[in-house]
């Protein structure tokens, strides 16, 4: 039963510090996804990646975020510093995308990872 | 700006009963249009996904309907059941180049089912 795993599923920190999340998607999968979920915003959209290559990270805060891909079976999202603002729940999503086969991009999504900054 | 709007933004309804969500959007060029369903502390889950050419495109009891002209789209559960109860994301994508899409993501609506 292929699926994405996350960790931590839960977090709690304290303003200041850093903090990293993981993401392994699903074997195969050249398409990684991070989004953030909150109340009031809804989801948005951090970043993506195609082949471990950034594609879009317009939706990520650069002077605190970061995304990287080190292997195609591991992304990780740090937050350093972590402001009580960052409190939302984190998901990772992956897919498959083929260039030419007219597929578009099916996510799957992980089960997400609750972050609460005092 | 492309934007997604959803209603009702809430909704409960009896067991059993048929319901139908709204979506409209703003976006473009227009790709395809995905409804998601998630559940309480999980993460969402693809229900349907629709092209510029699909009007309509079913799963199960959940069947989606798109309106290309009038940009606006529908999700209609039939028989609802107490599983049913959920989030539902309506989110447009927007192929800006070859590969890369720009999603926008409605607000959901929240539906409640009851005995």
């Known amino acids: 039963d292929a699926r994405v795993t996350q960790t931590p599923r839960d977090k709690v920190t304290e303003m200041g510090q850093e903090v990293t999340m993981r993401c392994q998607p699903i074997l195969g999968h050249n398409t990684v996804f991070w989004y953030r979920q909150t109340m009031m915003q809804g989801l948005e959209l951090l970043a993506y990646f195609r082949n471990r290559a950034p594609l879009d990270d317009s939706g990520m805060p650069k002077d605190r975020f970061s995304a990287e891909m080190p292997d195609a079976t591991l992304a990780t999202l740090k937050i350093q510093p972590s402001e009580p603002r960052d409190s939302a729940v984190y998901f990772c999503?992956?897919?498959?995308?083929?260039?030419?086969?007219?597929?578009?991009?099916?996510?799957?999504f992980g089960p997400g990872t609750r972050l609460t900054v005092l | 700006k492309n934007q997604v709007e959803q209603s009702p933004q809430s909704l409960i309804i009896l067991e059993g009963k048929n319901c139908t969500l709204q979506c409209n959007y703003t976006v473009s060029p227009f790709s395809n249009l995905r409804w998601y369903k998630q559940d309480t502390g999980r993460g969402p889950v693809s229900l349907t996904i629709m092209t510029f050419s699909e009007n309509t495109k079913s799963n199960g009891r959940y069947t989606a309907t798109l309106d290309a002209d009038t940009k606006q789209s529908s999700l209609h559960i039939t028989a609802s059941q107490l599983s049913d109860s959920a989030s539902y994301i309506c989110?447009?994508?927007?192929?800006?180049?070859?590969?890369?899409?720009?999603?926008?993501f409605g607000t959901g609506t929240r539906l409640t089912i009851i005995p």
């Open positions: 999503a992956s897919g498959f995308w083929l260039a030419g086969s007219g597929s578009y991009n099916e996510q799957f």
């Open positions: 989110v447009v994508s927007a192929n800006w180049d070859f590969g890369n899409e720009k999603l926008t």
